[in-house]
């Protein structure tokens, strides 16, 4: 079973996602609508890959990936930051903030898909 983390505040996004990703055989989705709650989440749930927004209340998805990849139980999950702002240094702060990819809202399914297989291919058999 693959585990995802997608952490959304928007309840929108969250349907259409989990809806999606559910379809596919032995994908499980996990949720959390801020960027505290996504990292504790990511901490007791330890999920194979993490979809993070960027802009989240409580704490921004910048904040929460420099957290995640700052806590040793964490830091090997990959982060795949998600935003609907396509501002010029979007994808760079992303990266710089510890994300292993970047993707634009609304999202191309599967543009995503090849993201995240590539992700979770370089992932150690039972690496949490």
Request: with cysteine; proline share 5%; net charge negative.
């Amino acid at each position: 079973m693959t585990r995802i983390l997608y952490v959304e505040d928007n309840d929108d996004n969250v349907f259409l996602m989990k809806m999606r990703l559910e379809m596919i055989d032995g994908v499980e989705v996990l949720t959390a609508e801020d960027g505290e709650a996504g990292c504790a989440a990511a901490e007791a749930e330890r999920p194979d890959l993490i979809l993070m927004d960027l802009d989240l209340p409580v704490v921004d998805g910048w904040e929460a990936t420099r957290r995640l990849k700052a806590n040793p139980a964490t830091r090997s999950i990959p982060v795949v930051a998600l935003t609907a702002h396509a501002l010029s240094g979007s994808r760079e702060q992303a990266l710089a903030a510890g994300c292993d990819d970047f993707d634009l809202k609304p999202v191309d399914f599967d543009r995503l898909m090849v993201k995240i297989d590539r992700l979770l291919a370089k992932r150690e058999p039972g690496e949490a």
